[in-house]
């Protein structure tokens, strides 16, 4: 496709691809040459399993590991527990109908309705929420 780039090629070998990777120098590298510990590998495998249970995992001898190290910082960990303050729904903006109306021009549909419209606005009114 025009203006993309390749990055990864595969090739089928008895019915599995195997992937050719070269490491890419830049702000966006697409393999990472950095050895992992096993603790931290487990914990990425397992997606993103706490310290608690990869150390309940490794009591049942499920990991294979020696000895679990205590776990590094995660970002995507940090990332994946982040969530937005929720407006307040309660609070009344307006003081009587059409001081403020949110309208939404919806694109094209894939189907049109039985009149032959391929758009649809909506129109509410902030006071009442009525359309």
């Given at each position: ?25 830049g702000s966006a ?45 995660c970002e995507p ?5 982040a969530y937005r ?47």
């Amino acid at each position: 496709m025009k203006g993309l780039k390749e990055v990864l090629r595969g090739i089928k070998k008895q019915g599995f691809y195997s992937l050719e990777v070269e490491a890419k120098s830049g702000s966006a590298d697409i393999a990472s040459l950095k050895h992992l510990k096993k603790t931290q590998l487990w914990h990425m495998r397992l997606g993103h399993v706490s310290e608690k249970d990869l150390v309940r995992l490794s009591k049942q001898n499920q990991l294979g590991v020696d000895k679990l190290e205590k776990l590094e910082f995660c970002e995507p960990c940090v990332f994946g527990k982040a969530y937005r303050v929720m407006f307040n729904k309660d609070q009344q903006r307006t003081n009587g109908s059409l001081d403020c109306i949110h309208d939404d021009l919806w694109e094209p549909a894939r189907n049109p309705s039985h009149s032959g419209a391929g758009y649809f606005l909506s129109i509410v009114d902030d006071y009442s929420r009525k359309l």
